[in-house]
């Protein structure tokens, strides 16, 4: 048997939980994470990296999930929507989509999240120009953005009161 | 409590689900034993199925599969009318037409087999264009290729051009549109003999799957059962094509035994599933010198692809829409809908009217231009007013101000003072500039007789709580039903937001509240919701279990006293026409639609000339839509429409070859991204209307009629081009602006 066709053993910690997952190595790990690891929150709208539905946190960077090889999950620390909230208590940029109308049918808004999340991480207080650039790798087809914008600012002005 | 909560900006009911990822779409669900389903196409436009082979080296005998012959009852696919097979058998007659499903519980292995089956088929001549289904060369579709014609006829045309000053003359093509809905389609069935059929899928109208999978089995009603999964947008994409998806899906589970599930990637979704109609309009137009309309004449024609489906009624609200937001005493419209051999178009946001809009509005900066008047000015001449008739010769009865409008919109987007600054910057610099606007009203709810014919029911009803749960067959897909139905009972039974819960359409539980198509919902079905809201308060009034000026406690008192004494508390109501509406379907007269939403959009863009790119920098959209029932999710539907109608204007554009789409994936069919839409500034007059919900009308559709008119109108000034097509993508713009500079 070739080796790509054998599943291996991956150790890997997704949403603060160290993990086994056991998977082709050149599986998709957006389909590892739904179906192995139950954790369909994270969702396939291409298929081929245009449209960032399956937007999610390796190792701190933000990547398309249905573009990486399941093998690249070794040791990755993976945070996915699933893990964003604190509990019961939802992050500042989760208030703001649900206050401000960022969601409408919900499919893009975990990966949408997560690229805001991520972009608030590295960059507190963006400029609306980076926001709209930082988003730009996923797409939503209901709001026209406009509200995903507003909301990713008031998240900002949020955060910056809790700080 | 809220004083109102009908003009609160509300959470959505089921938005904490969507932001955690808790929400549970068609493709997170999973059934113990459950198979995956593909489909397998022709592949040829139009030709005679010889064989089928199933080759190469698979373990068939592993596999489920169906093909023509499996079908219990009729092989079709039920709506308007039953031409559309659910599975090709002698013929097909487009390139993605169905042939052979197959099922296995290895995905991977399903699509290697799906590579594996050949279907033979004898090619036949096929027609693509509207050129060719016109001049009859091959007949596709009954005797003429004509899916359906209307005529509209007000006044006397023939007579009326002699009087003319101006006569201007235009013909106007828009492309194809893909509804590009971020969830791809998706179904999973469960069917046999001892339980009857289930479908839980990704759609906007359980009625119309359950009516289709009814025709398939040949079952009661009753053993048949469509439950709504959350929805990850439609558009309009899923109002027809969910029925084939679930018909398949059925289909493989009835011979299986098995659950299946049957997804469709991205690149099937778009290939297969339906997509805005291609349309070509000619405008012949009187006018006076002083710009008066005096007569129009306006053919419309779209490409319906290989079968009827929903074409006959996207033609009607299309030729409906034609004449526009005006009052001309002389208008005649004629209108077809012909066949090609191309997957059948269907449904999208605006159905038919974006078309139509787009070549009355171009035209009419076209027309002004001849007479020698502003475009603002040439409209504000000829803006309808109350007891005037629309072409259809309805009479608006409503109060309608477009000038007001024109004056807001023109006002808020600093109309004037652009137009002369780019003017005058514009020669001196390689990026143009320029400012375009379209007028425009859409009808929200079904054409003509339509809703007395839907006949929607809503059903509610209370718990020994005082909890309210709204039954509908309305589905949410990301518009807001759940939301603006929770804040329409919760308005009317005085009670808390949180209340009111929205049950999952599920065809087993609740009425048929019609499809969620048509900016019917909020005005039709929110007035059933608010109704039989009414019902059960007065049902605990008249128990004397309730007085009037109640609190929550005293409703949730009485709620458990009534159902104590009586056992349920529950209301259904149907919808009941209003006396005094009026439709001639014959003569295609009267009152197209209870109410119009009136709209004015400006766009303001800029041209690099060396790549002949566009940008809309700036966009202004007023309307008056009666009364707001939550202005965040409102003004989401516009901008969100708006963003689409960008792409509808610049970017997507379906590239043909032999009936196929070739550019079906996001890489190279190009939707706007947040970094291509600019400030979408949305306004709203609201003016009740008397037979919506709180004085609500539809807005759904609204924005896709007039975005890209005002777009390609902003195009033309700022560089002089005569748009006629839209998509104006780079390509197109640059060979226009190497024409006129040529």
């Known amino acids: 048997m070739p080796e790509a066709a054998r599943k291996i053993r991956l150790q890997c910690v997704i949403n603060g939980r160290a993990t086994t997952l056991e998977a082709y190595p050149m599986a998709r790990l957006l389909d590892v994470l739904r179906e192995q690891a139950g954790l369909t929150g994270t969702k396939e709208g291409c298929g081929e990296g245009e449209c960032g539905a399956c937007s999610i946190e390796m190792d701190g960077a933000l990547v398309n999930s249905c573009l990486v090889p399941a093998l690249q999950a070794e040791g990755a620390k993976i945070r996915t929507i699933e893990g964003v909230a604190d509990g019961a208590t939802l992050h500042a940029v989760q208030q703001a989509f649900l206050t401000h109308g960022g969601a409408q049918c919900g499919i893009c808004t975990p990966g949408m999240i997560l690229a805001a999340v991520n972009l608030l991480a590295r960059n507190p207080q963006p400029s609306e120009a980076e926001i709209q650039e930082k988003l730009s790798g996923n797409l939503c087809r209901c709001t026209g953005y406009t509200k995903i914008f507003a909301s990713v600012v008031e998240a900002c002005r949020e955060a910056g009161k809790r700080a | ?742």
């Open chain 2, 1 to 742: 409590m809220e004083e109102h909560i009908i003009g609160q900006s509300v959470p959505r009911k089921e938005g904490r689900d969507k932001v955690t990822g808790h929400a549970r779409y068609v493709d997170d669900l999973k059934f113990p034993d459950m198979l995956h389903g593909v489909t397998v196409r022709g592949s040829v436009p139009r030709g005679r199925v010889r064989g089928i082979y199933f080759e190469g080296e698979i373990p068939w005998a592993e596999f489920t599969i169906v093909t023509a012959k499996d079908i219990p009852s009729k092989n079709c696919v039920a709506l308007l009318i039953e031409d559309q097979p659910c599975l090709a058998s002698e013929f097909v007659n487009h390139p993605e037409e169905p042939v052979v499903l197959l099922a296995h519980p290895d995905k991977y292995l399903l699509e290697e087999a799906r590579r594996a089956v050949r279907i033979d088929i004898e090619p036949l001549p096929a027609i693509f264009t509207i050129d060719d289904s016109l001049a009859k060369n091959q007949i596709i579709w009954s005797e003429d290729n004509i899916f359906k014609t209307f005529r509209v006829e007000k006044g006397d045309v023939d007579s009326a051009w002699g009087k003319a000053d101006f006569i201007v003359e235009g013909q106007y093509e828009t492309g194809a549109q893909e509804q590009l809905y971020i969830e791809p389609q998706g179904m999973i069935a469960r069917a046999n003999a001892e339980e009857g059929v289930t479908v839980w899928g990704s759609l906007q109208c359980p009625y119309y799957v359950h009516k289709a999978l009814v025709r398939l089995f040949g079952l009661p009603k009753e053993r048949i059962r469509v439950v709504q999964t959350e929805t990850g947008g439609g558009f309009g994409g899923k109002e027809e094509y969910p029925s084939m998806i679930a018909c398949h899906a059925a289909l493989l589970a009835w011979k299986s035994g098995k659950p299946v599930k049957i997804i469709y990637d991205r690149a099937e979704d778009m290939a297969a599933t339906t997509k805005r109609h291609p349309s070509r309009t000619r405008h012949r137009t009187g006018v006076t010198r002083d710009g008066k309309l005096l007569a129009m004449e306006i053919d419309f024609t779209l490409d319906g692809g290989a079968y009827e489906t929903l074409s006959p009624v996207v033609l009607s609200r299309g030729t409906i829409h034609a004449a526009g937001p005006y009052h001309c005493p002389n208008v005649r419209i004629r209108s077809r809908a012909v066949a090609t051999n191309a997957p059948p178009h269907g449904a999208f946001r605006g159905f038919g009217a974006p078309q139509s809009v787009f070549a009355l509005e171009r035209h009419l900066d076209r027309l002004a231009s001849a007479v020698g008047l502003a475009p603002e000015e040439l409209r504000r001449r000829n803006f309808i007013r109350e007891g005037q008739a629309l072409a259809v010769s309805q009479v608006i009865h409503e109060k309608v101000d477009m000038g007001r409008l024109l004056d807001r919109a023109l006002d808020l987007s600093g109309y004037y003072a652009k137009r002369k600054h780019f003017r005058e910057e514009n020669s001196q610099s390689a990026i143009k500039r320029g400012i375009g606007f379209a007028a425009f009203l859409h009808g929200a709810g079904f054409t003509g007789s339509g809703e007395e014919y839907l006949a929607s029911e809503v059903a509610l009803e209370a718990t020994r709580e005082g909890r309210v749960r709204v039954l509908a067959g309305s589905t949410e897909m990301g518009q807001g039903t759940n939301t603006i139905f929770a804040q329409i009972a919760a308005e009317t039974l005085g009670l808390d937001y949180e209340q009111i819960e929205i049950l999952q359409p599920d065809t087993a539980v609740v009425p048929n509240s019609g499809p969620t198509v048509a900016s019917r919902t909020a005005m039709i079905v929110g007035k059933l919701v608010e109704s039989a809201a009414r019902a059960v308060q007065q049902a605990l009034f008249q128990s004397g279990f309730l007085k009037q000026g109640y609190g929550t406690k005293d409703f949730a008192n009485a709620c458990r006293q009534y159902i104590d004494k009586f056992g349920t508390l529950q209301s259904l109501v149907k919808y009941e026409h209003p006396p005094d509406l009026h439709w001639d379907d014959e003569n295609y007269r009267g009152d197209a639609y209870g109410a119009y939403a009136w709209a004015v959009y400006v766009a303001e863009v800029s041209v690099d000339t060396r790549t002949a790119e566009v940008r809309v920098e700036d966009f202004v959209a007023v309307q008056e839509v009666g009364k707001v029932i939550n202005p965040v999710l409102a003004a989401g539907q516009i901008e969100g429409g708006v963003a689409q109608g960008i792409g509808f204007a610049l970017y997507e554009n379906v590239v043909w070859q032999e009936g196929r789409m070739v550019n079906g994936q996001m890489t190279n069919y190009i939707m706007p991204t947040s970094m291509d839409v600019p400030p979408i500034r949305v306004f709203f007059e609201e003016i009740p209307y008397a037979r919506g919900p709180a004085g609500a009308k539809g807005i759904g559709e609204l924005p896709l009629d007039g975005t890209a008119p005002a777009i390609a109108n902003a195009i033309a000034h700022a560089t002089g081009v005569d748009i006629l097509r839209i998509p104006v993508t780079p390509e197109s713009l640059l060979s226009l602006l190497e024409s006129v500079h040529a």
